[in-house]
């Protein structure tokens, strides 16, 4: 049987690969024996198993570029709202899922609601809702070019705030960054991430600037492997193009260290 003139072959294998890549790392073993690889970096650098949810990200923006094609159809305020829509209920999902089971047994025994004072507000699929929303609007309703000159803009005034903005003596530290003071101010401590023993959000606010940026490029991707990717040339300007833009991370890297602590983004999270 041939494949659905609809499906996008290269990004059903991608995504099959980061999806079984995944389910590989999340039981990776005891911890003492796992193989390294398959190991979360502890702050600042990165490991196979960091790339996971940044591809995932990617995966959004590319499978963008089918769905997009259909927003074109629609009005300014039709598109508007259908993104609308769509990222309030993957937000709220992963929202739901942080609440999960919503009830518990106290001390006593007595099944009580679970308080939503204590409840997360960021997570992984808040994190997709919100990198899909930004990069949908500016596929929408900017031209490719603008969309990327934004998504770039976007990660140089992601590094200034953390430059800037943090601690004056360890800026890009885990606690005393720009970004979860940001975290700490808007959502405060009970509503953060406390995986680490302290309040902390990998998927925090000021992160989904870079993240959005990753959703962006998947979106190019996809969009040039549809148009031009099937050709000896289209491929090898897409190969050629990654190969630059690792080069310029690894040079950014050197006072910008790259850092996927748990979570997502493209560069510093």
Known sequence: MKPSAQRFLALDVLRGM??????????????????????????????????????FMFVVGTAMSITMRKMQELTGQQAFLKILKRTAVIFLLGYLMYWFPFVHYNESGDLVANPIA???IMGVLQRIASGYFFAAVMIRFLSMTKALVFSAAGLFIYWLILKTMGDPSDAYNMLTNAGNRLDLWIMGDSHLYHGEGVAFDPEGILSTLPSIANVVAGYAAGKWVMEKGKTWEGL???????????ILALFWHSFFPINKNYGQAVLYC
């Open 18 to 55: 980061t999806v079984c890549f995944m389910i590989i790392v999340n039981t990776p073993g005891n911890g003492a024996t796992t193989w390294a690889p398959l190991h979360h970096a502890s702050w600042h650098g990165f490991t196979p198993t960091d790339l996971v949810f940044p591809t």
């Open 118 to 120: 204590n409840t997360r």
């Open 236 to 246: 090898t300007k897409l190969l050629l193009s990654g190969a630059a833009l690792i």
